[in-house]
């Protein structure tokens, strides 16, 4: 024995600190929002699940810190008439700014970790911090995401018509911190914890749609993924089997609608 699970947690702290502009420009065709801010994450809730080393029960902790810096920018243009491009972009560093580690709290003669030092061994074997390394990334932040988007409505006779694209992008990141055992190192199967981490690459997907509207009546045909990016969007151990979760395929929808 050298842990015994805490019976609780205490809550967390976010600092926000930040300053934005938004105005609007050529007789308001151009609306523009910027902010730019730091948050710091102090005593963040860290679930933990590692039957090998901590038994077979899943437990939360108070673990690491983090700073983010960042920038968000939104725009709304109306080119000219009929035509609206609009968009929105953030970027954000993010980093741990201190190392905990999982600590001894049991005092016994076998004990090889002293009273309040860090667990390096568990069983005779190398134990993996779970609390992170300082300076690295936090689980599922991506460092950019943007998405642009242009509309575009003109009128023939009485119908109404419009026509649309857009793209998304998310940026590569990891489903857990960068301490954590890799679920592609081939040394890690079979694996010792449900604990694994995976590299989450970056994607991008496109959209469009037209469609057109009299009176009453609307019909419209528009697809989503149009690309038919792949993903995945989350990668997971749970139960030690390697599971992802892709993103939606690509869906082409007719609509037909009747207001009354």
């Known amino acids: 024995k050298q842990f015994y699970k805490p019976s609780g947690y205490t809550s967390d702290n976010l600092i926000n600190n930040e300053i934005g502009f938004k105005s609007e420009f050529f007789e308001h065709r151009l609306q523009f929002d910027a902010s730019v801010y730091q948050m710091d994450w102090k005593n963040i809730q860290l679930p933990l699940f590692d039957p090998s080393h901590l038994g077979n029960t899943t437990f939360d902790v108070n673990g690491p810190s983090y700073r983010v810096r960042g920038l968000e920018i939104q725009v709304i243009a109306r080119v000219w008439e009929g035509l609206t491009i609009q968009g929105s972009s953030s970027w954000n560093s993010s980093e741990q700014t201190n190392a905990p580690c999982l600590a001894s ?153 009747y207001s009354f």
């Not at 109404?160 to 890799?182: D, Y």
């Not at 469609?211 to 990668?235: C, L, R």
């Open 105 to 257: 709290n049991v005092t016994t003669a076998s004990n090889p970790t002293p009273l309040g030092q860090c667990i390096t061994q568990v069983n005779g074997l190398p134990y993996t911090n779970p609390y992170g390394q300082l300076g690295t990334r936090a689980p599922f932040s991506p460092a950019i995401e943007f998405n642009l988007r242009a509309r575009y409505d003109w009128v023939v006779d009485q119908y109404k018509a419009w026509a649309s694209i857009g793209a998304t992008h998310i940026g590569e990141m990891s489903n857990e911190p960068a301490s954590f055992p890799s679920g592609d190192d081939p040394s890690q199967n079979p694996p010792t914890t449900t604990l694994l981490r995976y590299d989450i690459p970056g994607y991008t997907t496109y959209d469009a749609a037209v469609g057109v509207s009299k009176d009453a009546w609307t019909a419209m045909f528009s697809g989503s993924n149009i690309g038919n990016a792949y993903g995945p969007t989350n990668e997971s151990s749970g139960q030690f089997i390697k599971s992802v979760i892709p993103l939606r395929p690509r869906v082409l929808t007719i609509t037909l609608g």
